[in-house]
């Protein structure tokens, strides 16, 4: 079984990306697995809190049991950036790693709508930008997606990145149809709602808007950061 492993930052197209490999015939999907785990081990209070730790695993070894008892060629696991860094262990054996990252104006101006203040932990990427350089330290081959990127060329760019897990590319990636989705997480009503109105990968709602200016130290960090990752980003 071939292991796709999505570490995203929040308010990103990370669920357009889990949509998008779930048209595959080839291929099942997970979302957040881990969600639970983080929130059993955090002070976090995140909308539909109860709901997810009610019908979700707070193990790491049961999800990791969960993970390992797939039976489909290809798995694509939608993974938090915030939830693996709580994890004993941030990795998944045998996995093609694969970073989601994007512009942290964006992430915080989408985030702070629903959690009012966010912090690095929350967005994600110093422990993105942590990850990769412990795979780059181990000679690792680095896969990273700029969103970016993804939305002014999906077909081209969604085609370097199956090419780079390995994996033949599905047209049928590029579209789905609209509404909630049997595999999404108990979440969804919460964080989901733009993207139940998609059917494909679109520009549309990236228009930039004003960091609060409480969360401008945030983000001017953050961007550091970004600037190191998306270097790495397959281009359009």
């Known amino acids: 079984m071939k ?35 983080y929130l059993s081990k955090t002070a976090a209070d995140h909308p539909g809190k109860d709901d997810v730790l009610n019908t979700m695993s707070a193990s790491e070894s049961v999800v990791r049991s969960q ?11 939608k993974n938090m950036a915030h939830h693996c860094e709580v994890l004993e262990d941030p990795w998944i ?13 964006f992430i915080i101006t989408s985030y702070s709508k629903v959690i009012e203040s966010p912090t690095m932990r929350d967005i994600g ?13 181990s000679g690792e081959r680095l896969i990273v ?25 599905d047209e049928q990636m590029l579209r789905w149809e609209a509404g909630p989705k049997p595999y999404d997480g108990v979440w969804a ?36 950061l970004y600037e190191k990752l998306v270097a790495f980003s397959i281009k359009a």
């Open 145 to 169: 997606l700029d969103t970016g990127e993804v939305l002014k060329d999906p077909r081209g760019v969604l085609s370097r990145l199956c090419k780079a897990c390995e994996i033949d590319f």
């Open 3 to 37: 292991i796709i492993n999505l570490i995203s930052g929040p308010r990103n197209i990370s669920t357009a990306m889990m949509y998008s490999f779930a048209q595959r015939p080839d291929c099942r999907v997970m979302d957040e697995p881990f969600y639970a785990v």
């Open 189 to 224: 009503r919460h964080w989901y709602a733009n993207v139940h109105q998609s059917t494909g990968f679109s520009p549309s709602g990236t228009v930039k808007q004003p960091v609060p200016e409480r969360l401008q130290n945030l983000c001017n960090e953050a961007s550091i």
């Open 67 to 77: 993970i390992s008892r797939q039976d489909s060629p290809i798995l694509f696991i």
């Open 125 to 137: 990427l110093a422990y993105q930008y942590e990850l990769l350089s412990q795979l780059e330290r």
């Open 93 to 105: 054996d045998g996995a093609t790693n694969v970073f989601l990252i994007r512009d942290p104006v």
